[in-house]
């Protein structure tokens, strides 16, 4: 199915642990990005990726790093896992511009302890 | 003043009624709205898309934008509880061209 696909759906980690989360989208777009969802904050974005081979910090980009892989790939890493980063992450894809904005990934649920 | 600002509610209608959702954007210069919704648990979906001043009507949903006022809203008619979620507003184009700056959404429920 066309869309964009999250992995992994959940995740607990520990303190300082590593971990990428990964997404693909197979609707050729050109934009990717990265947002987390935390209860009464809204969709805070992390990183963007407006083309292929640029990344760019969006609001809240402290203690993660990104990958664009290729077209289809977008990847976010969080290299010192704190629980401050406990969270629901979700990624999506878009073609700026476009009439049908974001389409997003399902989401995975992270939690840090 | 944020970027985008809703009311986060919780807001309560009964089942029938009118639903009335709004949300105030500080860039000038966005040129367009996205209205997603959000069920809990899951990923926001595009409800409607509006992107000239006035109504545009989409079933029992109508988006009203109005640029002078900086204000875009949301009305669901004959709300139903299958319209409980939250409803996120976002403006497109002007500086953020691309990129989306999310409100921190409006909990609405819809009582049977």
């Known amino acids: 199915n066309a869309g964009v696909t999250q992995t992994p759906k959940f995740q607990v980690l520990k303190t300082g642990q590593s971990m990428t989360l990964q997404c693909a989208q197979d609707m050729n777009h050109n934009s990717m990005y990265w947002y987390r969802q935390d209860p009464g904050m809204g969709l805070r974005l992390i990183y963007y990726s407006a083309s292929e081979g640029t990344t760019d910090k969006g609001e809240v980009p402290n203690g993660y790093n990104v990958s664009r892989l290729n077209k289809r790939e977008f990847s976010l890493r969080l290299e010192s896992a704190a629980p401050s980063q406990t969270s629901v992450y979700f990624c999506?894809?878009?073609?700026?511009?476009?009439?049908?904005?974001?389409?997003f990934g399902s989401g995975t649920r992270l939690t840090v302890v | 003043q944020k970027e985008v600002e809703q009311n986060s509610g919780p807001l309560s209608v009964p089942e029938g009624a009118i639903a009335s959702l709004n949300c105030t954007y500080s860039?000038?210069?966005?040129?367009?709205f996205f209205w997603y919704r959000q069920y809990s648990g899951k990923s926001p979906e595009l409800i409607m898309f509006?992107?000239?001043?006035g109504d545009k009507e989409d079933g029992r949903f109508t988006a009203q934008l109005n640029k002078a006022s900086q204000y875009v809203s949301l009305l669901i008619r004959d709300s139903q509880p299958s319209d409980s979620a939250t409803y996120l507003c976002a403006p497109a184009g002007g500086t953020s061209y691309g990129k989306l700056t999310f409100g921190q959404g409006t909990i609405l429920t819809v009582h049977p």
């Open positions: 999506a894809s878009s073609e700026p511009g476009s009439l049908y904005g974001y389409t």
């Open positions: 860039d000038r210069g966005s040129q367009s």
């Open positions: 509006i992107y000239s001043n």
